[in-house]
Structures are given as structure tokens and as C-alpha cells.
């Protein structure tokens, strides 16, 4: 099993740790020509073109549109066929979810200044959003869990999924985790063109504000081709996992952990920071034993030699200020004291707190939605919350008072800045205005 070892005490661990870090958006640009044709063809051509691409991608042959349709009866069906135990578990983890991301609710407010005058602040849900959840390399009924819900909560009336099915054939969980989250229609679509279709609709397939969801290279290019004409969540990466341990874990748990995160591709990236050179050997070994008993042992194997990494450092502070740089999407503090170095973490999109907290329990059940910023993004970028769903609106009501004392300085600034039609606005609201302002 091939690894990056890097040590921060090396001269060159900065170079070598950006070389580490690199991912290649789109080589040579070919992902977002291939995107860009896709975009064009489907804001063009509507259904025709999604179904030509469906044909193409997905090798599910339709007549129309209509067959690709998914209706609030399909989830619930879905959700009789499944057996109970996976019914308790989709429902357990959306309360979870739901209660989560209920505590991130604002209210509207407002306020009245010294002059009178009304300021504040309201808040509503957008109309229409689009989920994209992967349906290629696996099912992932978690991800409608941790989109659909927090969009519910958001109080989105118009929810939309899409989702590809290739051979036609659908994911019973995927649609019984669509009902349990509350998705209003949806659509057996996926890829590029199915950003396309929800970012300009088609005549089947509506329109919508925002598309969420994470998803591969083709559909990340999509996202930001139509950015602009709708919102999306963010421009997600492979996924990430960084691990700052001191020892007290049980390495095996950690060797899970990292290969957690290396099994979703080949392009994944599981690191693990500690100052002990000797627990870095241990869980090395135990990842080595525990390897060959993965089912997708193929690909970890691939993701840790690509962009895998052990990394020796001086301290835990070190190895924070190096977590810092990164930026991961999940960070775990594998420490018997986590809550003591909590306050060092500035960029992070989720922390999970000491051993007995594994970044898995985040991707299902802990509450906070999964979707999460990625390749160092969270220097800027938050996990996707209630808050992506709903819009804030300033309200602004001036009183005759307010009116005669702001004109004056409205009038000044526009004037300073050419714009004659602005200060008239104001001006002609006071009586007592000086014309020679």
C-alpha cells in the first residue's frame, strides 16, 4: 500500500504538501467544453436534448419526457418496498436532520432608529429548487436526506429532484428517502444535462432557482456554466477527510476512517496529521492489514496513492495551523481533548469532535447536512443549511422626520458622484432643501 509521508520539520513540506493538495479542476479545459455543449444543447433544444443525452449517458431509452418523471406515488411505493429496519433508518436520521437545521430558523426583525424611521429585515423561502443527488457509481439516499430536508425546513414549497439511473434501473432508497423527506417531483435524469434542464427548464422539466447537491466533474462544470441564471450551492470537489490525532485513538479506527473518505474515488483525499512518529507507523500497519478486506479495496488503494498522506508534526498546534491551510471538507480531532483545541480551527466544513465522533456519523445521522465545502474552500464557504433556501429582503420605512434629515446627505453623495437624477429624488422630498447643494 503506497502513501505520501511528509514531514513539516523538511524544508521542502510546503511545496511538497501543495503538491499534495493539487487537484486539477479540468485538465486542459475538455470538461468544461464537453459541459459547455451539453448546457447549450438542452437551453436549446429542451426535452429533445435531455433525452438524447439520457439515451447516450445512461443508456435508458424514452419516448418522451414524460418517462422520466418521477411523482410523489413512486417515493411512497418505494418506501413500501423496502424492508423495515432501512424505513426506521431513513426516518431516524431525517428527524435528526430536520431537528438540526430547524435551530437555524431565522426571524424576520426590525428596528426604529432616533429619526423614526422603520429598518429591518425579512426573510422568505425561495419558490423552486433543484436537488442533484449521484446515482452513477452508487446510490446515495443520504445526500436527498441532507438536501431535501433542510429545503423543507427552509419552508421551500417546490422541491425537485433529479437523479441518473443508468439501465433504467432506480434505487428503491434513493425514492423511499425522497418520500421521507418530503420531495415534491421528481426526475430520472442526471449528469450536465440535468443541471441544464432544472437551471433553464425545458418543457417537461421546470425551472427552478437553486440546484444543490454534489456531484462528478461533468455536473460540477455544468453548475458553474449556469451560475448567474440560477444559484447554486457551491463547486464541490472530491471529498476530503483530515484527521489530527495524538495517539489516543485506537489506530484501527483511524485506518476506517481514512479509507471512509479514499473509498468514494480515486480522487478522494484521506490525511492524517500526529506528532508521534510511532502511532503514525501503527495505524499505517493496521491500514495495510485491514486493506485487503475492503470491498472497494481497489479504489482506496488508488485514492491513498494519489493524494493519501501521513503526516509528521511537531505538535498539535502545528498540525492545526497545517489543518488551517488546508481547509478540508471534514476534520476530525482524534485527541483526548478536543474541546481544549476546538477554537484553533478556522477553516473547516464540518469538525467532528474525538474519536468517538468519525466523520461517517456526519455523512448519515448527526444532524448538519453533508454537503459540504471542499478543496479549501472552506477559507469561504459554509456547509449547505436552511439558510441557502431562503432569501433576506432589507425593508426600509422612512418617516417625515427621517425623510427631510437623510435627503440633505443622499443629495451630497449623489451629487459627488454625477448622478443628477438621484439627488433630485431626494431633494424634492424637502421643502427647505438648498438648490445650490
Not at 73 to 94: H, N
Not at 403 to 423: M, T, V
Request: proline fraction near 5%; hydrophobic fraction near 45%.
Amino acid at each position: 500500500m503506497k502513501i505520501t509521508r511528509l514531514d513539516a520539520r523538511d524544508e521542502n513540506f510546503s511545496a511538497s504538501l501543495d503538491q499534495l493538495l493539487h487537484w486539477d479542476l479540468d485538465a486542459g479545459g475538455a470538461v468544461d467544453q464537453a459541459a459547455r455543449e451539453v448546457v447549450e444543447a438542452v437551453r436549446r433544444r429542451g426535452d429533445e436534448a435531455v433525452l438524447e443525452y439520457t439515451r447516450q449517458f445512461d443508456r435508458l431509452n424514452c419516448a418522451s419526457a414524460a418517462e422520466l418523471a418521477l411523482h410523489p406515488t413512486d417515493f411512497a411505493a418505494a418506501f413500501e418496498r423496502i424492508g423495515g429496519v432501512e424505513q426506521q433508518a431513513l426516518k431516524s436520521a431525517a428527524e435528526r436532520i430536520r431537528s438540526f437545521h430547524e435551530h437555524q430558523l431565522e426571524p424576520d426583525w426590525s428596528f426604529e432608529d432616533a429619526l423614526g424611521n422603520r429598518l429591518g429585515q425579512r426573510l422568505t423561502a425561495m419558490a423552486r429548487v433543484g436537488l442533484y443527488v449521484p446515482g452513477g457509481q452508487a446510490n446515495y439516499p443520504s445526500t436527498v436526506l441532507m438536501t431535501a430536508v433542510p429545503a423543507k425546513v427552509a419552508g421551500v414549497p417546490d422541491v425537485v429532484l433529479t437523479v441518473p439511473t443508468p439501465d433504467g434501473v432506480r434505487s428503491d432508497l434513493v425514492l423511499a428517502a425522497a418520500h421521507v423527506a418530503g420531495v415534491d417531483r421528481g426526475f430520472t435524469v442526471g449528469g450536465a444535462q440535468a443541471v441544464a434542464a432544472l437551471a433553464y427548464g425545458t418543457e417537461s422539466i421546470p425551472r427552478v432557482d437553486k440546484i444543490v447537491g454534489p456531484g462528478g466533474v461533468f455536473v460540477t462544470a455544468a453548475k458553474r456554466l449556469v451560475f448567474g441564471q440560477v444559484g447554486i450551492d457551491l463547486i464541490a470537489g472530491p471529498s476530503e477527510v483530515l484527521i489530527v490525532a495524538d495517539g489516543s485513538a485506537p489506530a484501527e479506527w483511524l485506518a476506517y476512517d481514512l479509507f471512509s473518505q479514499a473509498e468514494h474515488d480515486s480522487a478522494a483525499q484521506a490525511l492524517l496529521l500526529c506528532p508521534d512518529p510511532d502511532y503514525l507507523e501503527e495505524v499505517y500497519a493496521a491500514m495495510k492489514r485491514l486493506l485487503p478486506q475492503m470491498s472497494r479495496a481497489e479504489t482506496i488503494r488508488e485514492s491513498l496513492a494519489r493524494r493519501g498522506g501521513l503526516i509528521l508534526t511537531r505538535n498539535i498546534d502545528e498540525a492545526l495551523d497545517i489543518s488551517n491551510r488546508v481547509a478540508p471538507e471534514h476534520l476530525e480531532l482524534a485527541v483526548a481533548q478536543p474541546d481544549r483545541w476546538l477554537s484553533r480551527v478556522q477553516n473547516a466544513g464540518a469538525i467532528f469532535l474525538g474519536a468517538n465522533t468519525p466523520e461517517v456519523m456526519g455523512d448519515y445521522v448527526a444532524g448538519p447536512s453533508h454537503v459540504l465545502p471542499t478543496y479549501g474552500t472552506a477559507r469561504f464557504s459554509s456547509p449547505l443549511g436552511v439558510y441557502d433556501f431562503r432569501k433576506r429582503s432589507s425593508v426600509i420605512g422612512l418617516s417625515a422626520r427621517g425623510a427631510q434629515e437623510l435627503a440633505r446627505d443622499s443629495a451630497i453623495l449623489a451629487h459627488g458622484e454625477g448622478l443628477q437624477a438621484h439627488a433630485r429624488s431626494a431633494e424634492v422630498r424637502v421643502t427647505d432643501i438648498d438648490d445650490n447643494l
